[in-house]
């Protein structure tokens, strides 16, 4: 059986971070795989994520099964995270899932389940795993454009233009916030004319809001998508709580559904359990436990909130700092762009050789796609980091 398959082919971003461990030198820097870093190059267990955890370990008094759905008040709390005070609860499915690739893949097979034939429009570029994700439950994938290499910014008339030809057996994939790999994000503007494109054309909008709170505040990055989910019959959302709760490896995550009614939303969560129970039956509980111990207390949720703020300032200072570098010692403007992207990533326009340049002569790990994440910098590597670019750029 085995000697039939291929060769595996690497994850163009987890194989990055085997390649940095294994790389020797001492001044190398991992921008690869989108993970927060604090100054002294660490990814931190947030403050309210430990006192949590002291809280749940403490109170905790069984390990015996949650339930197909995980965590009930999770689901409700994150939900209230994304949708705040949008008035869609009545119509909402959400359940727990093993991480945000969890809540895409359980997304794609109730698609596939629920509308066989479904294609699935994501923009160009979007996050690596879309596509195969997509692909794996069976569904059509199709791009949209949506980067404009020349300026780094959306190009919105050619987003426009595909998208016109999306109809209502199609499915829209969004980034919510901090668009992954670009970091180039649509406009408030844009998701009010997607969602009168979606109702007039009836194609199914789909977020994946996985890094809200990193863009321009937790309330802020989520406006978009709470005007569309107030205005669109049915939407498809993932969230996850690997970056703005740092819980990684906790894989918590988030399926959400807004259907046209609450039959309809019931109908479509109890599929879901379905399809849970025959891939990973429960998703693990403890980052659930975590987040919902901080979401229940007002005091942890502040500082939570607080600690999150100061990441995505963090964030705005690095991407400064780092054009300030390439400003002033090298007299460039040519990567100012860096400042005007949200979140995590950028794009830097560099081929894929170009990318191999960097992490062969600096130790520089990039994605191929020319995604650096700009999480994984640390202020003391700005003059080495800008310096590398320069010379990969020439
Ligand atoms: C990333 O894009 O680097 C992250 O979302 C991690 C992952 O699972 O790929």
Redesign the pocket.
């Given at each position: 059986m085995f000697s039939q398959l291929p060769e595996p082919t690497l994850d163009p971003?987890?194989s990055l971070s085997v390649a940095f461990k294994n790389d020797p030198r001492t001044e190398k820097v991992d921008l690869g795989?989108?993970v927060y870093r604090n100054s002294e190059g660490q990814t931190p267990i947030m403050k309210a994520v430990a006192q949590a955890q002291t809280i749940v370990t403490s109170e905790q008094t069984t390990k015996a099964y949650v339930g197909l759905a995980g965590c009930e008040e999770f689901n409700q709390s994150i939900a209230k995270v994304v949708f705040g005070e949008t008035p869609v609860y009545d119509r909402l499915a959400v359940i727990q899932t093993p991480g945000a690739?969890g809540a895409l893949r359980m997304l794609g097979d109730l698609m596939a389940v629920a509308q066989p034939g479904t294609t699935v429009w994501l923009s160009n570029p979007s996050?690596v795993?879309h596509k195969p994700v997509m692909e794996a439950a069976g569904l059509q994938v199709k791009y949209y454009r949506y980067f404009d290499t020349d300026t780094k910014q959306v190009n919105r008339d050619a987003m426009f233009a595909d998208l016109r030809n999306a109809g209502p057996k199609d499915v829209v994939l969004l980034h919510g916030c901090c668009h992954?790999p670009t970091g180039a994000d649509i406009a408030l503007e844009d998701w009010q004319l997607i969602t009168e494109m979606s109702v007039a054309q009836g194609f199914t909008p789909f977020v994946d809001i996985?890094y809200q709170g990193f863009g321009d505040g937790l309330e802020s990055d989520a406006y978009g998508l709470r005007y569309m989910a107030e205005r669109v019959e049915e939407m498809l959302l993932t969230t996850s709580c690997s970056k703005n709760f740092g819980l990684y490896r906790e894989r918590t995550g988030a399926a959400v559904l807004i259907a046209k009614n609450a039959a309809e939303a019931a109908n479509a969560r109890g599929k879901m359990l379905t399809l849970a129970r025959s891939t990973y039956t429960m998703p693990p509980d403890h980052g659930a436990a975590l987040v919902k111990t901080i979401l229940a207390d007002n005091h942890l949720t502040q500082v939570w909130k607080t600690e999150l703020a100061e990441m995505q300032q963090r964030l705005v200072s690095l991407r400064e700092g780092l054009c300030k570098q390439l400003n002033t010692v090298h007299s460039s403007d040519k990567f100012d762009f860096i400042i005007g992207h949200k979140g995590m990533f950028t794009v830097l326009g560099f081929t894929a050789e170009q990318m191999q340049k960097l992490r062969d002569d600096f130790g520089i790990y990039g994605v191929n796609d020319g995604r650096i994440n700009i999480a994984g910098l640390s202020e003391s590597q700005l003059p080495y980091v800008a310096n590398a670019l320069i010379t990969v750029s020439q």
């Amino acid at each position: 059986m085995f000697s039939q398959l291929p060769e595996p082919t690497l994850d163009p971003i987890l194989s990055l971070s085997v390649a940095f461990k294994n790389d020797p030198r001492t001044e190398k820097v991992d921008l690869g795989i989108g993970v927060y870093r604090n100054s002294e190059g660490q990814t931190p267990i947030m403050k309210a994520v430990a006192q949590a955890q002291t809280i749940v370990t403490s109170e905790q008094t069984t390990k015996a099964y949650v339930g197909l759905a995980g965590c009930e008040e999770f689901n409700q709390s994150i939900a209230k995270v994304v949708f705040g005070e949008t008035p869609v609860y009545d119509r909402l499915a959400v359940i727990q899932t093993p991480g945000a690739s969890g809540a895409l893949r359980m997304l794609g097979d109730l698609m596939a389940v629920a509308q066989p034939g479904t294609t699935v429009w994501l923009s160009n570029p979007s996050y690596v795993n879309h596509k195969p994700v997509m692909e794996a439950a069976g569904l059509q994938v199709k791009y949209y454009r949506y980067f404009d290499t020349d300026t780094k910014q959306v190009n919105r008339d050619a987003m426009f233009a595909d998208l016109r030809n999306a109809g209502p057996k199609d499915v829209v994939l969004l980034h919510g916030c901090c668009h992954n790999p670009t970091g180039a994000d649509i406009a408030l503007e844009d998701w009010q004319l997607i969602t009168e494109m979606s109702v007039a054309q009836g194609f199914t909008p789909f977020v994946d809001i996985a890094y809200q709170g990193f863009g321009d505040g937790l309330e802020s990055d989520a406006y978009g998508l709470r005007y569309m989910a107030e205005r669109v019959e049915e939407m498809l959302l993932t969230t996850s709580c690997s970056k703005n709760f740092g819980l990684y490896r906790e894989r918590t995550g988030a399926a959400v559904l807004i259907a046209k009614n609450a039959a309809e939303a019931a109908n479509a969560r109890g599929k879901m359990l379905t399809l849970a129970r025959s891939t990973y039956t429960m998703p693990p509980d403890h980052g659930a436990a975590l987040v919902k111990t901080i979401l229940a207390d007002n005091h942890l949720t502040q500082v939570w909130k607080t600690e999150l703020a100061e990441m995505q300032q963090r964030l705005v200072s690095l991407r400064e700092g780092l054009c300030k570098q390439l400003n002033t010692v090298h007299s460039s403007d040519k990567f100012d762009f860096i400042i005007g992207h949200k979140g995590m990533f950028t794009v830097l326009g560099f081929t894929a050789e170009q990318m191999q340049k960097l992490r062969d002569d600096f130790g520089i790990y990039g994605v191929n796609d020319g995604r650096i994440n700009i999480a994984g910098l640390s202020e003391s590597q700005l003059p080495y980091v800008a310096n590398a670019l320069i010379t990969v750029s020439q």
